[in-house]
């Protein structure tokens, strides 16, 4: 194959065939250029491929950490619960102890308000696991709900034997006064007649106090035929007690009086002679002697 080149100058026309060397030459240029160019190119694409695979591995990186960072503000949030919870229980102890103390007499031996001395040595110390950590807290969670509960039943029997103490009657239902007339026969003071008191009467100064023999629940306040003004008063296990002729009730039915609390004032209402106070013990809804109670000998 020979290719013919015309060349038009000014003498005329003249033929140029250039030899393999003029036609090889250039074609092994171009195709150098060629290779050149598609391997930039192939490098180019490999470089954008590796740039893309390190941008996805940092975006999955990055999603790992927000997932690790979430999962340990869920944790932390659910320590922080679990302590909330500790605090809570530790603080309703502290003052469930406090009370069983006092009423028990050992305040002075316990302080459940201050740390509690321990210490030790310790050898072979370990790293604490964030999930041995959460194990013990719920044990420890067990441990003080079963102390809660026990201690809370503690304080109960002892708050009952505390109102055992005060449901027990005893002593005068007056501060100042004297006993003027007994429980059983005697001469009615309006008629004259023999007839059967069913209380005692305590005489005093119109307005003095008049106290609670024991602690119970207002059952009565108010005016009852004979009775004047008058209280009464439930202190469990069958027992009452009846205060008349008050000049002014000071409860309600309903109250929760303790012992020796006024209860009224000392008045002449109803069936009476002058200011005293009439009081009544009922057991299982009969009278009997309050004698028993005025001169029984107070618990120690």
Do not use: C
């Not at 709900?145 to 449901?167: F, I, M, P, W, Y």
């Not at 429980?183 to 100064?205: E, I, L, Q």
């Not at 200011?275 to 004698?291: C, F, M, T």
Request: proline content about 2%; aromatic content about 6%; charged content about 25%.
């Amino acid at each position: 194959m020979s290719v013919t080149v015309f060349i038009q100058r000014r003498k005329g026309v003249v033929r140029w065939q250039p030899g393999k060397a003029w036609i090889i030459v250039p074609a092994a240029i171009i195709a150098a250029t060629a290779y050149l160019s598609l391997n930039k190119s192939e490098q180019q694409a490999q470089q954008l491929l590796a740039e893309q695979q390190r941008q996805h591995q940092s975006e999955r990186s990055i999603e790992r950490i927000s997932q690790l960072k979430q999962a340990t503000q869920e944790q932390l949030n659910m320590l922080a619960a679990k302590v909330a919870r500790i605090q809570a229980r530790l603080g309703r102890m502290e003052a469930l102890g406090n009370q069983v103390a006092e009423q028990a007499r050992l305040a002075d031996q316990f302080d459940f308000s201050g740390e509690v001395g321990v210490g030790g040595i310790e050898l072979g110390e370990q790293q604490i696991e964030l999930q041995d950590l959460l194990q013990q807290m719920d044990e420890l969670m067990v441990r003080l709900d079963k102390g809660d509960r026990e201690l809370a039943l503690l304080s109960t029997v002892t708050h009952n034997h505390h109102v055992d103490e005060q449901r027990y009657i005893t002593g005068r239902p007056i501060k100042k006064g004297w006993m003027s007339s007994a429980y059983g026969t005697r001469n009615d003071p309006f008629s004259g007649r023999k007839a059967y008191h069913k209380g005692v009467d305590f005489a005093g100064s119109e307005g003095a106090e008049v106290i609670a023999t024991g602690a119970g629940v207002v059952t009565w306040a108010d005016r009852l035929y004979g009775y004047g003004k008058m209280v009464e008063i439930d202190h469990g296990n069958g027992l009452k007690t009846r205060y008349a002729h008050h000049k002014e009730i000071l409860v309600k039915v309903g109250d929760v009086v303790s012992k020796g609390q006024s209860i009224a004032l000392m008045g002449s209402t109803g069936r009476s002679t002058g200011p005293h106070v009439h009081y009544e013990v009922l057991r299982a809804g009969k009278q009997i002697d309050p004698a028993n109670y005025v001169y029984r000998k107070p618990r120690v």
